[in-house]
C-alpha cells in the first residue's frame, strides 16, 4: 500500500509535469507558432494565397466628376504663404528672422497680385509664396483693408503665369448651395474640403476691435492655414476668402466665415490702385458706445449725428448734428434710420451700408428729425 510520502510525492510531480507542459506550449505558440500549424511535421506543403480580384469599379458619380474637375482647375490659382518675422536676440544683439505662420491665398490677375487676410502677414517682415508648381517668390505688400480683413500682395512672375481665379458674385448666394475650400491647412498644402452656405451676413470680431460684417458662414471644414483662401460655388468662381472660424478648441468645428467676393471686388481695385481702401463717408461723427446709450434713453432706433463737419457732404446736405445743454445733456437733432430704404440701427450697419456704394455716389438718407422723417440726399465724399 502506498504510503503518504509517496503520495505527495507523485501529486507534486505531475503538477510540475503539467506546469512544463503549459510553459513550453505558452512559449511555442508565442514564439514558434508554425510548429503548432497542421501538417508541419507530417510534411504537406504550406497553403499559398494570391492577390484577391480587383473589382471593376464603374464609373464615378456625375458630382464626383465636377468635384475633381473643380480641384484640377482651381488648383493652380492657389498659393501657399509662409511669414517670417524679425526678432532680436536679447544677449548678442542680434537681428534673425523666425516663421512666424502660413496661410493661404489665391492670384488675382496677370499682374502678379496675390490676394489674402490682412491677419496672416500682420506683423511678420517678409512673406514668401509658393505656387502649386513648386515655384517659390518673395512677395512685396502691395496694401491692404484692417475694415475687410483684406491684404494684396505682388510676385513678379516672368512666364508661365497661373490664371486668376474666376470672379463670382455673393449678393445671390442661397442658404444651402455647395461650396468649395482650398487651402493650406496646418501647412497640408492644397487641401480640398466641401460643404455649403450655411448662412449669409454675419458679423463677427476682428482681433484689432473691429467688426467685420456681410460674412458668409460655411461649414466646409476651415481650419487654422486656410485664412486667405478661395471659397468657390460649384461653378468654380470665387466667391469669398476663408477668414475665420468659430471653434472653442481653435480647430473647424463647422462654422467657418468667408469675406464675400462683392467686397472683394470693390475694395481689391482700389488697394491696387491706391495702396489703401479709401471708404465712402459723409463727414459726420458717431460712436458706437455712445450712440447704443442716447437711442436707449430717448426710446428710439438710429444712428444719432454726433457732429457734422465743416465743408462736408452732411453739411452740404443739411444734415444737424447733435447739441448741447448749458447743463451738458445732449440733445439729439437729426438721427439716421436708413440708408436707401435699408434700415440702420446700429453704427456699424451704417458703416457697412456706406461700405456698399463709392465716393462721388449721391444716396439717399432717412433721418428722424423732430420726430419726422425725412430723406436727405448726400453726396458721398472720400473718408478717412
Known sequence: ?????????????????????????SL?????????????????????????????????????KSTIELFENSRD???FITTRQRVMDAWTRNIFSVPSGTGSGFIWDDHGHIITNLHVIKGASEATVRLADGRDYRASLVGASPAHDIAVLKIGIGFQRPAPVP???????????????????????????????SALDRSLPSGDGRTIDNLIQTDAAINPGNSGGPLLDSAGRLI???????????????????????NVNRVVPQIISRGKYIRPAMGITVDSKLNKRLTEHLKITGV????????????????KGAALTPEGAIIANDVIVAIEGKPVDTVEKLLFGLDGYKVGDTITITVLRKGESVDVPVTLQPGE
Open 77 to 79: 490659382s492657389v498659393v
Open 167 to 197: 470672379i463670382g458674385t455673393s449678393n445671390d448666394l442661397k442658404v444651402g448651395q455647395k461650396v468649395f475650400a482650398i487651402g493650406n491647412p496646418f501647412g497640408l498644402d492644397w487641401t480640398l474640403t466641401t460643404g455649403i452656405v
Open 1 to 25: 500500500m502506498p504510503t503518504r510520502g509517496f503520495l505527495s510525492r507523485t501529486i507534486w510531480t505531475f503538477i510540475t509535469v503539467v506546469l512544463m507542459l503549459l510553459f513550453f506550449h
Open 304 to 319: 444719432v449725428i454726433l457732429n457734422v463737419g465743416p465743408g462736408s457732404a452732411a453739411e452740404a446736405a443739411g444734415l
Open 240 to 262: 469669398g476668402i476663408n477668414t475665420a472660424i468659430y471653434s472653442p478648441s481653435g480647430v473647424s468645428a463647422g462654422i467657418g466665415f468667408a469675406v464675400p467676393v462683392d
Open 28 to 64: 511555442i505558440y508565442h514564439y514558434f507558432p508554425d510548429l503548432l500549424q497542421p501538417g508541419y511535421w507530417g510534411g504537406d506543403q504550406q497553403e499559398t494565397a494570391e492577390p484577391r480580384v480587383v473589382q471593376p469599379r464603374g464609373n464615378l458619380a456625375e458630382d464626383e
